[in-house]
């Protein structure tokens, strides 16, 4: 077995890494065990390809590497006992470097952080918080005025008000922030104000964006109600407080956050771990509120934590929650199920804003979060302007790329100032559907310099040049950047040349070049460093070939970055295959959340 794993690292379908665990844990047994070794490497290699545990069940009698490398997982019931047997593998709540619960074969840490995140939410969803019903309505009339027949964005803060867990997703421009603003004011009035209140997000510029919907919802809200309504967000790992010389948090169990209410916005993008570390920090007494959208990408790390907690289809509510929301919002409400359920603490929020009733963008989306293959020739056919699809070949590629990029970047390079370069930056971005090849991130970068510098439109250095976009790849706490955020490198009034940024309250701030974070060029980025961002026009590229992560999930976070136009690009047959290809991950969260676990 070791001969093989060794062969398979070889052939980069497993990790040394994975083979190293495996090994670690094999020897814990204290002898040769090449079944054991096997599952610990499967186990490792699980977590690096997204999953939180190893379903037995599903990988059991199976081949686990490539036909040139002849391997198959044991039978389950052998394959279970063998587990159980030795000293390396333990049961839920066990010290062993691996657990097996039920079916499933978890990394230990990675089986402590979902027991912590299931206990804890479950917790929080079944607290629910007394209210004046008379006061809390006259709020919510206030604050929703002249809703429609079922406003739904009433309801979720009707749920606010009485749950201690609330977990709101939502579509693109269907009012998530908001919606949550209104929370905050509800909230704060019911308190009677000096709420403790946090506003988080997973990237620097999640929470910029966080902030800025914050303040401009607050303008649309009663003078008096928006008053107490913060709107400073910060990154979770500087609401933690990260210790960047060991990695830890400052804030946890024993020196927990100084809060009365959380919300985290982009929810979509926090992986298993840190989500373990925010509840475990966050005072038991806190109210928490997620805001996300389920049918986006998950994390980058392991897990799909908020889909998980959301959830599929419509979340089932209690009849005594119907009740008492229809109580306070005076809608009619269908009566529910028996008992509490952790449904009670889930809303969805249907009706899209950003996009018109007939919108191609909106339309195009809906069709690719439902998979229908059959429906998408007859979108993409449709001759509307704020859709745009192309099928450019390899051979006439660049010629075509040209074309988009010098009408896509013209104003920004033709910018007087960079206050004026990085507003333009703002309004078009380029997205890849990979990272690596001639239609993925670096390929497209590397000829979008040359297309420019071949019409002057940037200089000839390497990598410092007027105009060339950046973007953050590692958060840098003394300098307030963090990955993902965006800037452009552009000369001052004396002609030296500075990065500049925007800061979270709007503010340009130049930075040295020499003193940037790693960081990339940025004329294109992959969809996922696009989450929590929007643009005017969007150009998003498919490779030509096809590949593994192109998936619904991307290609539907790819179209929903765009909020006037979109330009599609790619060839039909992989981009129908896409939408009909799901991103799975394994976890035991749902079973622990909306069902019995499996024993």
Same mark, same amino acid.
């Given at each position: 077995m070791r001969s093989l794993l060794e062969k398979a690292v070889q052939a980069n379908v497993l990790r040394a890494i994975d083979f190293q665990a495996g090994l670690f844990v094999?020897?814990?047994?204290?002898?040769?065990?090449?079944?054991?070794?096997?599952?610990?490497?499967?186990?490792?290699?699980s977590v690096g390809d997204g999953h939180i545990c190893l379903p037995l069940d599903v990988v059991a009698g199976q081949p686990v590497f490539p036909p040139e490398l002849p391997c198959s997982a044991?039978?389950?019931?052998?394959?279970?006992?063998?587990?159980?047997?030795?000293?390396?593998?333990?049961?839920?709540?066990?010290?062993?470097?691996?657990?097996?619960?039920?079916?499933?074969l978890y990394l230990a840490r990675y089986h402590r952080c979902e027991t912590l995140i299931a206990e804890d939410l479950l917790r929080r969803s079944a607290i629910r918080r007394d209210v004046d019903p008379e006061q809390a309505v006259r709020l919510l009339d206030?604050?929703?005025?002249?809703?429609?027949?079922?406003?739904?964005?009433?309801?979720?803060?009707?749920?606010?008000?009485v749950n201690q867990l609330v977990v709101i997703s939502g579509g693109p421009g269907t009012g998530k922030t908001y919606t949550v603003a209104r929370i905050l004011a509800l909230l704060q009035a019911l308190a009677g104000g000096g709420l403790r209140i946090g506003l988080a997000a997973p990237t620097g510029r999640a929470a910029v964006r966080l902030h800025e919907s914050i303040v401009k919802a607050r303008e649309t809200m009663d003078g008096e109600l928006a008053t107490p309504v913060p709107d400073r967000a910060v990154t979770l790992h500087r609401l933690l407080g990260l210790m960047p010389h060991n990695g830890r948090f400052r804030h946890n169990r024993?020196?927990?956050?100084?809060?009365?209410?959380?919300?985290?916005?982009?929810?979509?993008?926090?992986?298993?771990?840190?989500?373990?570390?925010?509840?475990?920090?966050?005072?038991?007494?806190?109210?928490?509120?997620?805001?996300?959208?389920?049918?986006? !990408?998950?994390?980058?790390?392991?897990?799909? !934590?908020?889909?998980?907690?959301?959830?599929?289809?419509?979340?089932?509510?209690?009849?005594?929650?119907?009740?008492?929301?229809?109580?306070?919002?005076?809608?009619?409400?269908?009566?529910?199920?028996?008992?509490?359920?952790?449904?009670?603490?889930?809303?969805? !929020?249907?009706?899209?804003?950003?996009?018109?009733?007939?919108?191609?963008?909106?339309?195009?989306?809906?069709?690719?979060?439902?998979?229908?293959?059959?429906?998408?020739?007859?979108?993409?056919?449709?001759?509307?302007?704020?859709?745009?699809?192309?099928?450019?070949d390899p051979e006439s590629f660049s010629e075509w790329l040209s074309t988009q990029l010098l009408a896509g970047f013209g104003d920004c390079l033709a910018a007087r100032d960079p206050e004026e370069a990085l507003a333009a930056l703002g309004r078009f971005r380029v997205l890849c559907g990979v990272r690596e090849g001639r239609a993925g991130v670096a390929g497209i970068n590397g000829l979008a310099e040359a297309i420019l510098r071949r019409r002057g439109l940037i200089g000839g250095g390497e990598r410092l040049y007027r105009g060339r976009p950046v973007m953050i790849r590692k958060n840098q706490y003394d300098l307030q950047l963090f990955n993902g955020d965006t800037g452009i490198l552009w000369p001052d009034g004396e002609g030296k040349l500075w990065a500049w940024f925007h800061r979270a309250d709007g503010d340009l701030w130049p930075i040295a070049p020499a003193r940037l974070p790693e960081h990339d060029t940025a004329f294109a980025t992959t969809v996922h460093k696009a989450q929590g961002s929007e643009f005017d026009e969007v150009l998003f590229i498919l490779p030509f070939e096809d590949n593994r992560v192109l998936t619904r999930e991307l290609v539907y976070t790819g179209i929903t970055r765009a909020r006037k136009k979109l330009i599609l690009a790619g060839d039909f047959p992989l981009l129908a295959a896409a939408i009909e290809r799901r991103v799975i991950r394994y976890s035991g969260l749902p079973d622990r959340l909306w069902g019995e676990a499996v024993k």
């Open positions: 094999e020897e814990m047994s204290g002898g040769s065990d090449p079944e054991l070794l096997l599952a610990a490497a499967l186990a490792s290699r044991p039978q389950l019931d052998r394959w279970r006992s063998g587990l159980k047997a030795g000293g390396a593998v333990g049961g839920p709540g066990g010290a062993e470097p691996l657990i097996l619960d039920g079916n499933r206030r604050l929703f005025p002249g809703g429609g027949p079922l406003d739904r964005q009433k309801i979720a803060a009707a749920v606010a008000a024993d020196n927990p956050l100084h809060l009365d209410l959380l919300v985290i916005d982009e929810a979509s993008m926090i992986d298993v771990p840190l989500m373990a570390a925010v509840l475990e920090a966050l005072p038991g007494s806190a109210r928490l509120v997620l805001l996300g959208d389920r049918d986006q !990408l998950t994390s980058v790390e392991a897990g799909s !934590l908020f889909g998980d907690v959301c959830g599929s289809g419509e979340p089932p509510w209690s009849a005594d929650l119907c009740r008492q929301i229809s109580q306070l919002t005076g809608f009619p409400i269908d009566p529910g199920e028996s008992g509490t359920t952790f449904g009670d603490s889930v809303v969805l !929020l249907h009706t899209g804003y950003r996009f018109a009733p007939q919108s191609a963008i909106g339309e195009l989306a809906a069709v690719v979060n439902s998979g229908r293959r059959e429906r998408l020739a007859e979108v993409l056919g449709k001759e509307r302007g704020e859709v745009v699809y192309a099928q450019p």
